[in-house]
């Protein structure tokens, strides 16, 4: 665990932290993000002891460092940064076992070896990249290097300082979720800076908001999106930023609540006016306690051949359900694989609380999430009915 308690610091005049607290648990993944001169980067080099706070206490596992031997903390602490940092005129195999080799291990041994080949090997990369140097390399290629580095000497934690700013979009998304599986195999406590809002929302467990050397909100991607805690926060995330990152929004986000239904036991002649009187063209059939039971569509209703059936006889049953916190992703996946309109919401009981169709979803999300969407996708089945 990470304690930063009243960190304070100060240029002459100029304060760049403000008494910034924060907890930070084993294992997990933080993104510190604010604009420049916001102190992010500044936090980030106090922890391995590069800056020194001019007031407050950092603790990690619950020793204070400003007592430990600043070689011996920074050793046990990786650390990544923009430009990389590999020596030019080392081998890859020496640039990854630079720090074991620092700590007294030969790298003649064969444990060292092996511990380069699997972190290679977890990069990635193959063992014939072991014999290679620094330019034969790409940026991308670099930078896994350097994280395989970091991770030589096993440390608790590692830190990360806008490394992948540098590179190509395709690269970098590449590495954002190479490192997000990495981190779920190692499960190692990483604080990672960018000034990139859709870097922060993807790899994120919680993400700090810095603002003018003060934190603005520290919580999880999805109550910053959902949840932002002042105007500033919601201005720099993004007014829009929620719909955008639909693996954030559940079903209770965007449903309609008041989903027209019908019971079963009413007339044909009764479904249509409902439909009529709610602009919809369908309606969810439910029992008298408003337990799913199946959806009607008005394309069977106008069949002649069906009109003398009922409504249990009409409507379609095998159309899946939804709860109020499943993902939209996985919602909008089914939708369209199975050509689905509409999905009632049901609680725990099976009782209707709302509906999701295909329109809503579109125009909430947009449908540029979705690969083989109707261009014309008409709004069916909810819209102010009745329960």
Known sequence: MIELQNIKKSYGKKQ???????????????????????????????????????????????KNIADTDTISLRRSIGYVIQNIGLFPHMSIYENIT????????????????????????????DESYLEKYPDQLSGGQQQRIGFARALANDPNIILMDEPFSALDPITRSQLQDQVVELQKKVKKTILFVTHDM??????????????????????????????????????FVGEDKLWQNPNFIHAADVMIAKAATIHPSETLFRAIEKMRRN?????????????????????????????????????????RTSYPDEGVSDILEYMITEKVRCIPVVDEQQQVVGALTRAT???????????????DEEEIATSGGEF
């Open 98 to 125: 630079l720090v074991p080799s620092l700590m007294h291990e030969k790298r003649e041994d064969e444990a060292v070896y092996q511990r380069a080949l699997e972190l290679i090997e977890m990069m990635g990369l």
């Open 361 to 375: 979803l579109f125009a909430k999300i947009g449908l540029q999430y979705v690969d083989n969407a109707d261009e």
């Open 279 to 319: 602009r919809v063209d369908s309606l969810i059939v439910v029992d008298e306690n408003r337990r799913y039971l199946g959806i009607l569509f008005m394309e069977e209703l106008l069949q002649k051949s069906k009109r003398q059936l009922s409504i249990i006889d009409l409507m379609q049953k095998d159309i």
């Open 198 to 235: 859709d870097e922060a929302l993807k790899i994120a467990d919680r993400i700090c908001i810095f603002q003018d050397g003060e934190v603005a909100q520290f919580d999880t991607p999805e109550a910053i999106l959902k949840r932002p805690a002042s105007d500033y926060v919601r201005s």
């Open 16 to 62: 760049i932290l403000k008494g910034v607290d924060l907890t930070i648990n084993d294992g997990e993944f933080i993104v510190f993000i604010g604009p420049s001169g916001c102190g992010k980067t500044t936090l980030l080099k106090m922890i391995n002891k590069l800056i020194q706070p001019s007031s407050g206490t950092i603790l990690i596992d619950g």
